[in-house]
Structures are given as structure tokens and as C-alpha cells.
């Protein structure tokens, strides 16, 4: 994918120190467009699409709302917190707003696996695609995702 103005702007703003302390890109050095491409790719080769991914996000974040910062049950068989810290971040894409800093974590009983994603995690795959570099703290592997969360 040929990397715009857009898209190298974006790349600056998701180095260590400029939106978070580690960054977006942990060890990655492609350029965010190979990231891009390669994520996508990854998303269709399970059938999926990034709205699909982030829709089943949302709704495990809003039904771990309930647990005020403790894990609840979430039928059929998943325990979720979500934790919100002070403060909000900016999207790297310069989106307008600012997304709380939350923390969801999902623990599918069914499988022992869990996972932990951010409120900016679900806008970064919903508007872009973004699931972080590779070596990132945060990075979300979309087969991950897809077989944690149950994403058919």
C-alpha cells in the first residue's frame, strides 16, 4: 500500500512518547501501510470483517460495564472487567475526539483464554483497520481476537 502524507503523519503520532509512553508500533519498523494490508488480509482470511471484529468488542465492553471494575459473568461463558483510568487519547489518524482510557479484559471460560483491549483499540480496528504493531503491548492478533471472543 503506497504510504500517504496521511499515513506517515500517522506513523509519527504512533511513535514512543507521542500519544503513549511505548507507542503503537512496538517493534514493528514496516511501514503503517504494509501493517495495514497485512492486518486486513489476516481479518479476511477468517471471514471476518474489522466492523464484525469491533461490534463483538463493544459488546463485551458494554456488558462488563455492570462489574464496576470487577469481573462479571457475561453469558454464555465469559468473565469481563473493564478498569477506566483518569484521562483520554487522541486517534493517531487524527479522528476528531478522545477515547477514555479503559481497559477490558475477557476471559473465555470455555477455552481458558483471555484477552485485554482498550477503548482505543475498538475504534482503531472499526475506523482503520489498526489492530497496533507487531511487539506492541497492546497489540491485538486478529485470529486472537476472532477465537477469544468468538467472533463468527
Do not use: W
Not at 76 to 86: G, K, L, N, Q, S
Not at 94 to 118: H, L, Q, S, Y
Amino acid at each position: 500500500m503506497k504510504q500517504t502524507v496521511q499515513m506517515q503523519k500517522a506513523q509519527e503520532r504512533m511513535a514512543p512518547g507521542v500519544i503513549t509512553r511505548d507507542g503503537l508500533l512496538g517493534s514493528d519498523r514496516r511501514p503503517l501501510g504494509d501493517i495495514l494490508l497485512a492486518d486486513d488480509a489476516a481479518v479476511k482470511a477468517l471471514d471476518l470483517d474489522h466492523q464484525a471484529v469491533a461490534a463483538r468488542m463493544i459488546e463485551l465492553r458494554d456488558a462488563g460495564m455492570a462489574g464496576l471494575g470487577e469481573f462479571i459473568d457475561v453469558a454464555p461463558h465469559y468473565e469481563v472487567r473493564v478498569d477506566t483510568v483518569r484521562g483520554k487519547l487522541p486517534c493517531p489518524f487524527a479522528d476528531p475526539g478522545m477515547f477514555p482510557k479503559t481497559n477490558v479484559t475477557v476471559r473465555n471460560r470455555r477455552t481458558g483464554r483471555e484477552i485485554t483491549f482498550t477503548d482505543l483499540n475498538i475504534h482503531l480496528v472499526q475506523a482503520h483497520g489498526f489492530y497496533e504493531g507487531k511487539g506492541c503491548a497492546f497489540r491485538l492478533e486478529p485470529k486472537d481476537l476472532a477465537e477469544v471472543l468468538e467472533i463468527a
